[in-house]
């Protein structure tokens, strides 16, 4: 008997609605069967806590007296510039965006101690940062110089603006090269001295709903503490990839666009990290709800590490020349098992995408519907690739 | 076999003598040097692990007291913050003897200090910088 949405907010009102995480799914229909685990479970929460660079956060700031307009002008929070082509008081902040004067990479490799991540991290703790704006100064708002403390408070609407997040399914990277590499999946030593992945596999939220029957645009989710939606797909997005035949891509393919109210975040569930060689991104916590609709929804939101495969891409040529070239495939279940074999060689795994905090937020989202807090919602539109979405 | 890591201070004046040389001929010692910047004229500090008898080894600190080289106990080397660590496992991999391991039920990322070598590879590893040197 398929379940809709509206039934299962009833459940999340009444209290009766039954939840499990992604990671709980796979026990549960392995031991009664996905017919029982369709019927009995309301909602699979997934979860992830992982760097996502396509991260940053858009603001408006309360006007001086006299009022200043910085779009057109400059402006920088403790010397991370900051976007001002919008109007008078919106600013956007990236998470890759570095401080004018940092060393980079210009003694190689770099350390990136401090960017837009970290101002981030420090606004949502609670603290002020420093705010230097100049301005050309208009009629209408004459103000050109502007050195302040600013803080959420100072701050009439901050949200979390994020254009891809989630990617569904991430690149196994190795070095196949003679020489140490510096890589957005970290340092990869020569001739598959390691292999570093990014992917919550058995929670990870798209992989669990592989062809985007229930997540599409008005999702609401769990992002960084705070309840967030998906607006849009994610750059990048590819409703296209080979995939297995659970559904799930066999390459990096979906992604989505987030956003949240960044006063509403935590500063435990967004975290900066400085990645050596390479610069300044932030990891975000998400988590997304899948409303069991039927069996096929159950099925999938339960595929094992064993069922879900990532390729193995060289970093040192294969990935920065685009050539395309895949060393071999493997299984989420023995990248967790902390070595894989290529070509022969036993080569340790380490991921970036972390499985403890994983399981906090899978964790946290269940709780959160279980108590009634969190109402989940119908998307409005599909993701470009979607099969089975039903439109009203 | 006993072993002990140490720091050993060298004033200037020692560094013409091949005190490496010396514990491993005289003193039967087996030495495995961790972090070393020894400059003439400035002297230096060297981290090293030394194994054998016990009583060589405490000859082979004499030996070394009586050049003047000040000689500390080398503790708690390597700190994994678990409030900046998030347990994604990047150090993992990268770490030559295993000190850093997950933890097999909860995925969290665990340091033995008897096995690190405070080779120090995994401080500019950790992308939440939550490994730092402590001396």
């Known amino acids: 008997m398929p379940k809709t949405i509206g039934e299962i907010n009833q459940k999340i009102k009444t209290g009766q609605v039954v939840v499990v995480t992604a990671e709980e799914a796979v026990g549960l229909v ?38 200043m307009k910085f779009g057109g002008g400059r402006a920088t929070l403790n010397d991370v510039p900051a976007y001002t082509g919008l109007a008078a008081a919106d600013l956007f902040l990236g998470c890759n965006a ?15 101690k401090y960017g837009g991540a970290h101002v981030i991290h420090e606004l949502v703790s609670g603290a002020k940062v420093d705010l230097a704006a100049e301005a050309y100064g208009t009629d209408c708002y004459p103000l ?14 901050a949200v979390m603006m994020n254009p891809r997040n989630g990617y569904q399914n991430y690149n196994v990277a190795v070095n196949l090269s003679d020489k140490t590499i510096y890589t957005y999946l970290g340092r990869l030593q020569p001739r598959l001295g390691n292999a570093n992945y990014c992917s919550a596999g058995v929670l990870s939220p798209l992989l669990k709903d592989p062809q985007f029957r229930t997540i599409g645009l008005g999702t609401a989710i769990f992002l960084c503490g705070a309840r967030g939606y998906v607006v849009w797909p994610g750059t990048q997005h590819n409703p296209d990839p080979p995939r297995g035949d659970n559904g799930a891509p066999l390459v990096p393919a979906g992604t989505i ?8 975040m935590s500063p435990q569930w967004l975290r900066p990290m400085s990645f050596t060689g390479y610069g300044v991104t932030l990891a975000v916590a998400l988590g997304i709800p899948i409303p069991i609709l039927d069996e096929e929804v159950m099925a999938r939101a339960a595929a094992p590490n064993e069922e879900l495969f990532a390729p193995i891409v060289d970093y040192a040529e294969a990935y920065p020349q685009g050539t395309g070239e895949v060393i071999g ?5 023995e990248l967790f098992s902390g070595a894989i074999e290529i070509e022969g060689k036993k080569v340790p795994t380490g991921s970036f995408s972390s499985f403890s905090k ?3 937020v899978a964790g946290e989202l269940k709780t959160r519907i279980a108590s009634g807090q969190f109402k989940i919602t119908r998307p409005v539109a599909p993701l470009p690739g979607a099969v089975g979405f039903e439109e009203d | 076999m006993p072993s002990r890591r140490l720091i050993l201070s060298y004033p200037p004046d020692v560094v013409q003598e091949p005190v490496t040389y010396q514990l491993v001929k005289d003193y039967d010692l087996k030495i495995n040097i961790l972090k070393a910047r020894i400059l003439p004229r400035e002297g230096g500090r060297l981290v090293m692990e030394l194994s ?41 991999p990268l770490c030559p003897t295993g000190a850093l391991q997950v933890e097999e039920d909860g995925f969290e990322v665990i340091l033995d200090h008897d096995k690190c070598v405070v080779c120090e590879v995994c401080v500019t590893v950790c992308p939440y910088r939550a490994i730092d040197i402590m001396f």
Do not use: W
């Open chain 1, 30 to 67: 392995r031991d009664k069967g996905v017919k029982a685990a369709a019927r009995e479970v309301d909602v699979v929460t997934t979860g992830t806590f992982s760097p996502m660079c396509s991260s940053g956060i858009c603001f408006n700031l309360k006007q001086p007296v006299p009022k």
């Open chain 1, 98 to 112: 570095l401080p004018q004067d940092a060393p980079r990479n210009k003694v190689h490799p770099g350390l990136f």
């Open chain 1, 144 to 157: 050109r110089e502007r050195r302040q403390k600013v803080g959420l408070e100072e701050m009439n609407d």
């Open chain 1, 257 to 264: 666009a987030v956003m949240g109210d960044l006063k509403m």
């Open chain 1, 329 to 333: 495939r493997v299984s989420y279940a």
């Open chain 1, 358 to 360: 994983a399981r906090q």
């Open chain 2, 52 to 92: 054998g008898r016990k009583t060589d080894l405490e000859s082979a600190l004499a030996y070394l007291a009586s050049l003047g080289i000040e000689v500390q106990t080398l503790v708690r080397e390597v700190r994994l913050d678990k409030d900046k660590c998030l347990s994604c496992t990047a150090c993992v």
